[in-house]
């Protein structure tokens, strides 16, 4: 399979706290011979900044190049805007960019600009200026439905200026790649080459979970059985607190426990936060590493993912975590977005919060060695490996 020059830029942090598809990706393109620069947002001094300072990932050589190179061998550029006028910033991360390319990269290999960031201020220039072979669009998320206030990076675009910034990046990309059913069908208005390309999850990382189970963190530990819990952002937008809520005052017997970031609150966020106050069975624990991921899930008896059915979900939403739940062995209860549909014997589709209360019950009831098995299968199935595979295999077929 050929090599390629690959400059990502992305819509999400290297050192996001939990790896998201972007870094899943870029990782493995890395360590099959790939040269992968990845590009994170542009990012104003402050609140993000300091966040990553505190996490000490920035030493004093870094603050000075905003360059470092991952544990994978892919570099990471972390461009920081000195002012808060994109027109004028954008044009020195092109130029850093450039420089960095020039440095990274070999000239017999193809270059591959994959867009992640389709909300990135100024993105034009970026297409215009930088060199190129092909021009990948990566689509994971229905970013025009994300809420402006929720917005990570204040430099994000919104409203009618993204949606027509998203439509003339799909229309001029070479291939583009969707990860939800409602995603294909909305940019395939743009460009025939569309392709549905599922989020899947880490199979090798979480398919031996079983063995950790003397492992599981004290915070946890402490909480009684069975524990129900969730893994990953609990943003208002798109997590759905009112059925939590009904879900556990329905079953006073289980513990639900709740681990993951809330929007832009740091790590001393509480339950109330959440709008969880007062349920003495729904425990919330704050963001966890994603290196220890897999303790936390040695010790959950089922996983659930209470997403609420709205433009954002339904019309672009694959969690990732599904398919993590899978390879881990353990039942999966679900709200009823389109993605799950394939995956229905396998998962526990709810389409009623009485539904989903009721699956919670049969999830923990039911499991079986069988069923753990068959669940392991489908992720063995729908792992990233497979999936950078195919994504190679589309672009080098579409040259």
């Given at each position: 399979?050929k ?43 402050g609140?993000?900044l300091l ?25 990471v ?22 420089k ?20 990135l201020a ?5 297409l ?36 027509v ?9 070479n ?7 409602g ?8 460009n025939?080459k ?20 003397d492992?599981?963190?004290e ?31 329905d ?29 003495k ?8 590493p ?8 040695a ?11 709205n ?15 899978l390879a ?10 389109p ?20 699956n ?9 060695p ?25 672009i080098?077929?579409?040259?």
């Open positions: 399979m090599k390629y020059n690959i400059v990502c830029l992305s819509n999400q942090l290297w050192d996001f706290p939990n790896w998201t598809n972007k870094r899943h990706v870029m990782s493995r393109l890395s360590k099959l011979g790939h040269n992968v620069l990845f590009v994170d947002p542009p990012i104003n001094f609140k993000v966040a990553q300072v505190k996490r000490k990932l920035w030493s004093i050589r870094r603050f000075f190049t905003q360059c470092k190179v991952s544990d994978c061998g892919a570099a550029y972390t461009p920081i805007n000195l002012l808060p006028l994109s027109f004028i910033t954008s044009k020195f991360h092109i130029k850093k960019i450039r960095l390319s020039r440095k990274q990269f070999t000239n017999k290999n193809e270059t591959i600009l994959w867009i992640y960031h389709v909300q100024d993105l034009k220039s970026y215009d200026r930088l060199e190129y072979d092909i021009l990948v669009y990566d689509c994971v998320d229905n970013y025009g439905a994300i809420p402006e206030e929720k917005a990570f990076f204040r430099t994000n675009i919104f409203g009618e200026e993204l949606k910034q998203e439509r003339s990046l799909t229309t001029r990309a291939i583009v790649f969707a990860s939800a059913p995603l294909v069908d909305k940019l395939k208005n743009y025939k569309v392709y549905y390309t599922p989020n899947v999850g880490d199979y090798k990382r979480f398919k031996d979970v079983v063995n950790f189970k492992q599981v963190p915070d946890l530990k402490s909480i009684p059985r069975p524990r129900v819990g969730m893994l990953g952002s609990l943003d208002e937008y798109k997590f759905d607190a009112k059925l939590v809520r009904e879900v556990a005052s079953n006073l017997e289980v513990s639900f426990v709740l681990i993951g970031q809330i929007a832009l609150k740091d790590k001393n966020a509480t339950i109330n936060d959440l709008g969880l106050g007062g349920l069975n729904v425990y919330y624990l704050g963001a966890k994603y290196e220890n991921k897999h303790l936390y899930m010790g959950f008896d089922a996983e659930m993912i209470p997403y609420k059915l433009d954002y979900t339904v019309g672009g939403c694959f969690p990732v975590k599904f398919h993590d739940s881990a062995g353990l039942p999966v209860i679900v709200t009823n977005l993605a799950y549909a394939p995956f229905e014997e396998v998962s526990y589709i709810s389409k009623t919060p009485e539904e989903f209360s009721k919670i019950r049969k999830a923990l009831d039911e499991d079986t069988a069923r753990i098995k068959a669940r392991q299968a489908v992720a063995k199935e729908n792992d990233w490996e497979g999936k950078v595979k195919k994504m190679l295999e589309l080098e077929y579409d040259e």
